[in-house]
T-cell receptor, first 112, second 110 residues
């Protein structure tokens, strides 16, 4: 049963610290998405990649967020420095066809 | 601006009490309308894709329909295990982006 995996599942950190979240997409999927979910805003797209190349990162605060795909089996989302307003659940999703997206279990981030 | 609006925000049903969830959208060049189910502490799980007005898709007690301005998720004789948040999303033309609504939290009481 192929699934998207994300680590860590939970992260508590202090304001100003660097946070790195990791995602392993489903093997063979060539599109990877990063989302953020909050009660107020719902699910928001931060960035996405096709064949490891970034296609759109317009949803990301550029000064503190960065997303990369070092290889086809790993996507990372980094926040430096983190702020309390970054507290949310961050989801990674992967897909093969144009709009098909399979979500991971998420990383719950709390910044104090 | 592309928007997806879901109503109601929350819905409580008794087991066996059928109802519908609404998703209205203004998405430029809509290429598809998606329904997802999300359980607490988990990621959204894909349910349906609808591509054109008049299209219907069914899965167990769920049926999704699409018009030119909105989509409905009909739940027939729901069971407590159908309790979840149901998310609707529109696919923008010309990109892989999905614009999500904020969801309807469904609770089915036994």
């Amino acid at each position: 049963d192929a699934r998207v995996t994300q680590t860590p599942r939970h992260k508590v950190t202090e304001m100003g610290q660097e946070v790195t979240m990791r995602c392993q997409p489903i093997l063979g999927h060539n599109t990877v998405f990063w989302y953020r979910q909050t009660m107020m805003q719902g699910l928001e797209l931060l960035a996405y990649f096709r064949n490891r190349a970034p296609l759109d990162d317009s949803g990301m605060p550029k000064d503190r967020f960065s997303a990369e795909m070092p290889d086809a089996t790993l996507a990372t989302l980094k926040i430096q420095p983190s702020e309390p307003r970054d507290s949310a659940v961050y989801f990674c999703a992967s897909g093969l066809t144009r709009y098909e997206q399979y979500f991971g279990p998420g990383t719950r981030l709390t910044v104090t | 601006e592309d928007q997806v609006t879901q109503s109601p925000e929350a819905l409580r049903l008794q087991e066996g009490e059928s109802s519908s969830l609404n998703c209205s959208y203004t998405v430029s060049g809509l290429r598809g309308l998606f329904w997802y189910r999300q359980d607490p502490g988990k990621g959204p799980e894909f349910l349906f894709t609808l591509y054109s007005a008049g299209e219907e898709k069914e899965k167990e007690r769920l049926k999704a329909t699409l018009t030119k301005k909105e989509s409905f998720l009909h739940i027939t004789a729901p069971k407590p295990e159908d309790s979840a948040t149901y998310l609707c999303a529109g696919a923008q033309g010309g990109s892989e982006k999905l614009v999500f609504g904020k969801g309807t939290k469904l609770t089915v009481n036994p």
